[in-house]
């Protein structure tokens, strides 16, 4: 009878430890949820064109007769065309869409959301070869526009930078008569950055990167400057900025493949996945620095 008694005290007490460490492996469970930090997901519903999107060309000054007042109408030409209002009225014939009744990104290139930019709060995409930039928030397109880039003699340095310091109102490194409106540097040493200036309809720039005033505004506000230590090094660097591809100064302006192919330009997810691939874990480490520093500070 007593070698019966320890046994089955042996049994009580082992069940016992196996409900306990059941509980503790519950616990930690919860304790892991609760301190997991979910980043904000961005969505932003686009209106989507009646039909396909197709488009075709007109004449530039007939067009114009009939629709100038048309704001919604205007901004999607503007876009398609690369140009800002003074410049659309100097060409001969413009690209147009058979449909304006969606949102602007339905006529743009870049997609809608990219899933490898889901954990990156903030980036900016430039396409060279499309001449038009995005801006995402978690992965989700949220401003996207025409550019204009640097001409053939000079061009727009590629690959990952980062937005530095800004002004709403400067004067180009290449001419002090020129005025830049909405500037933001990306490279300190060369003097490029993107902010509202003339858009002709096709890259004209001295390597920076024009956009609409409107665009140029947004990106003003929607980019962060960098947190200096001294007036000569870097503390936390700015929103990251990618500039892709190349273009082709000899060939015909791309977007009149539309008229034939109106999918011609388009950007695909695995595209931009591939163009950032590169810079991830650095733009991850910025933005990491970024939210430490604004952790810090608020306190």
Not at 10 to 17: S, T
Not at 114 to 135: N, R, W
Not at 171 to 178: I, L, Q, R, V, Y
Not at 206 to 227: M, P
Request: charged share 25%; aromatic share 12%; net charge neutral.
């Amino acid at each position: 009878m007593k070698k019966l008694y320890y046994t089955a005290n042996v049994l009580l007490i082992l069940m016992l430890v196996l409900l306990g460490l059941g509980s503790c492996k519950k616990s930690d469970t919860i304790n892991l949820t609760e301190n997991t930090v979910e980043r904000p997901k961005k969505t932003i519903e686009y209106k989507k064109p009646e039909s396909a999107v197709s488009y075709q060309f007109t004449n530039a000054k007939e067009w114009l007769k009939t629709n100038e007042n048309d704001s919604t109408k205007m901004d999607i030409v503007y876009a398609v065309n690369r140009a800002d209002k003074a410049n659309l009225k100097k060409l001969d014939s413009v690209v147009i869409p058979a449909d304006f009744s969606g949102d602007l990104v339905y006529y743009l290139p870049f997609p809608l959301h990219v899933s490898a930019l889901e954990d990156v709060s903030k980036i900016i995409i430039f396409s060279y070869p499309t001449q038009t930039f995005a801006a995402y928030e978690n992965g989700q397109l949220v401003r996207t526009g025409p550019t204009n880039m640097g001409r053939k003699k000079d061009p727009t340095p590629t690959g990952l930078f980062f937005t530095n310091w800004k002004a709403e109102k400067t004067t180009s490194t290449f001419n002090d008569e020129w005025e830049l409106k909405w500037n933001f540097n990306i490279e300190n040493k060369l003097g490029v950055g993107f902010h509202e200036y003339d858009l002709p309809g096709y890259p004209a720039s001295h390597s920076c990167l024009r956009l609409l005033e409107k665009d140029a505004k947004y990106l003003y506000k929607f980019a962060d400057e960098w947190v200096l230590k001294d007036k000569e090094n870097v503390k936390v660097k700015g929103t990251p900025v990618v500039v892709f591809g190349s273009y082709n100064f000899d060939g015909p302006k791309p977007w009149l493949q539309l008229a034939s192919d109106a999918k011609a330009l388009n950007i695909s997810e695995a595209t931009i996945e591939k163009e950032t691939k590169p810079f991830i874990q650095e733009i991850l480490e910025n933005q990491t620095l970024r939210e430490t520093e604004k952790k810090t500070t608020s306190l």
